[in-house]
């Protein structure tokens, strides 16, 4: 069992690094993120701050944003935001940077859909709040894609970070979407940017310097009895049905990082289901999310080939 003291603790540190990660220390991040970061155009069709949860309708973590390309019959990517779980939101800048939003123009500038949604956040909620917006979100995708000229059948789920892990975990568990009423069939890929927590029962992770109790906060409160790791993690849930997968990670992440996502490519692979792992060089866990907006990196070019170039296993398409 975690102490009561140890678990404050724990949520000091998270609102330590929520707020280093937060606007107010935007001249930190200016530096780095002036370098890398090009505002896309604006597509022909933004909608922003739309509800996918009618439950909530006035909730602004419950709300997405639409980037439409003008062209029909495109496929539209779900893009999850990242934060340990326990900050971030769709509308956030880094520097000036409005780096989620930013993503959502960019693929809609080459023709693809965006939606960049908005999800509550642990404490008070928990871990598996989290799922089922991303889930509800999905389906509400799913059930408007056509009225605004995409295809409910090609959705791709793509997140950074914790986003990441949401994503793949929406897309590997079919309870979460269809308890929301959506088409698993209709999820065609998933891209994961630098992600966590896919397999929170690793040793070797914790071994190279990740704090258990970070984990175990989220996903398993108090509870240490050997089963809140496989209830949150995402590879106990892997099989041949899954739809492909690209991993991404960078060279300048924490060895943790890069160790769940290698792990993930592994485990995909033992399970039937295509993957393609690639590493981005020179790059980090923070700068990786301003060069999936940019045609000249190698994180932005390799997404937009997967979007492209990958068929829907489940529907044909």
């Known amino acids: 069992m975690i102490g009561t003291g140890a678990m404050s ?4 540190l998270v609102t330590l690094a929520g707020l280093l990660t937060s606007s107010a220390c935007a001249p930190v991040y200016w530096v780095g993120a002036k370098a890398l970061y090009n505002t896309a155009p604006s597509p022909p069709t933004v909608q922003l701050d739309v509800p996918y949860d009618p439950a909530a309708p006035d909730d602004p973590k419950r709300q997405l944003d639409l980037y439409l390309p ?5 496929p539209i990517v779900v893009f999850v935001h990242g934060g340990g779980w326990a900050w971030g939101d769709r509308t956030q800048r880094f520097g000036g940077a409005d780096v989620y939003r930013n993503i959502g123009r960019f693929l809609a500038g080459q023709g693809i859909g965006a939606a960049v949604i908005g999800y509550r956040l642990v404490w008070p909620m928990a ?3 989290q799922v089922g917006d991303v889930a509800r979100a999905v389906a509400w995708v799913q059930a408007h894609a056509a009225e605004r000229g995409g295809r409910a059948d090609r959705i791709f789920l793509m997140g950074h970070s914790a986003g990441a892990q949401l994503a ?6 079919p309870a979460w979407l269809t308890q929301e009423h959506g088409a698993i069939s209709g999820v065609c890929g998933v891209a994961a940017v630098s992600g966590a927590g896919y397999d929170l029962g690793d040793i070797d992770t914790y071994r190279k310097g990740v704090d258990p109790l970070y984990f175990a906060e989220r996903f398993g409160g108090s509870r240490l009895d050997g ?3 496989r209830d949150g993690s995402v590879v106990p849930w892997l099989d041949a049905g899954d739809p492909p997968f690209l991993v991404v990670s960078a060279t300048g992440e ?5 160790r769940q996502s290698a792990l993930l490519h592994e485990q995909l692979g033992k399970a039937g289901v295509p993957s393609t792992f690639i590493t981005v060089k020179g790059s980090s866990h923070a700068r990786i999310i301003l060069e999936l907006s940019r045609d000249d990196k190698t994180a932005g070019p390799a997404v937009l080939a997967f979007l492209r170039d990958t068929p829907c296993p489940r529907t044909g398409g």
């Open 9 to 12: 603790r724990v949520r000091l």
């Open 70 to 74: 003008a062209a029909r019959d495109f």
């Open 127 to 129: 871990w598996q709040s």
């Open 168 to 173: 793949a975990r929406v897309a590997t568990d």
């Open 227 to 229: 089963t809140w790791w």
């Open 254 to 258: 924490s060895a943790g990082l890069r």
